[in-house]
């Protein structure tokens, strides 16, 4: 059984352009959140996609944003890319329950590099 | 919204000897509260979690948790370490209504000496 996948596991980006990261939920999940973490830092919530809709967002500016497809994988993308967007990202898959989710599993990350 | 103290960035401690990694959180109201470890270069495992019961959880490796509700804290223990426990560890709150969003602490930097 496969955990949480992530693509690419390094990538080196410019400032001004524009990064797309990918995550495959661990079988049998259909949540997905995606988090920032910062060099010494603890993960930030980013947001969280169920059925294909962005079901809850964290304190970042519009541009992140995402999607979620119809295997309940999912892309965070990263437009007009500043310094400070170098970070681990994280992505992180659940079953939703009743009351939201009760466990995440997280992906290695993806360390995206601003220069 | 949540936040997540945790009162120990660096914890240096003797292998076999006992340790505690310190959380508080910030609401008294319903909440999930998780602890992460995270080895260099790696993402998150989750080593135990409390969603209701028994305010004594245990989870893998050895460790365990106690919730305390009256002092909004989530404290990791472990009797005896060992050189492979060294890693970060993350505590994680999430609001027991809602459940989606997960706040997140600091770390704390475990360092097990030979």
């Known amino acids: 059984d496969a955990g949480v996948t992530q693509s690419p596991t390094h990538l080196i980006k410019t400032r001004g352009q524009q990064v797309t990261l990918r995550c495959s939920p661990k079988s049998g999940h259909d949540t997905v959140s995606w988090y920032q973490q910062a060099l010494g830092q603890g993960p930030q919530f980013i947001f969280q996609?169920?059925?294909?809709?962005?079901?809850q967002r964290g304190n970042f500016p519009d541009r992140f944003s995402g999607h979620q497809f119809p295997n309940y994988s999912s892309e965070l993308n990263v437009n007009a890319l500043l310094l400070g967007d170098s970070a681990l990202y994280l992505c992180?898959?659940?079953?939703?329950?009743?009351?939201?989710?009760?466990?995440?599993?997280f992906g290695p990350g993806t360390r995206l590099t601003v220069t | 919204a949540q936040s997540v103290t945790q009162l120990d960035s660096q914890v240096p401690v003797f292998e076999e000897a006992p340790v505690e990694l310190r959380c508080n959180y910030s609401?008294?109201?319903?909440?999930?509260l998780f602890w992460y470890v995270q080895y260099p270069n790696q993402g998150l495992q989750l080593l135990l979690k409390?969603?209701?019961?028994?305010?004594l959880v245990k989870g893998i490796n050895g460790f365990e948790a106690e919730f305390n509700k009256s002092q909004t804290s989530f404290h990791l223990r472990k009797p005896s370490v060992h050189i492979s426990d060294t890693a970060e560890y993350f505590c994680?709150?999430?609001?027991?209504?809602?459940?989606?969003?997960?706040?997140f602490g600091t770390g704390t930097s475990l360092t097990v000496i030979p």
């Open positions: 996609y169920y059925e294909e809709e962005e079901r």
């Open positions: 994680a709150v999430s609001d027991g209504n809602t459940g989606n969003q997960f706040y």
């Open positions: 609401s008294s109201v319903s909440v999930y």
């Open positions: 992180a898959s659940s079953l939703a329950g009743v009351q939201g989710v009760y466990e995440q599993y």
């Open positions: 409390y969603l209701s019961g028994s305010t």
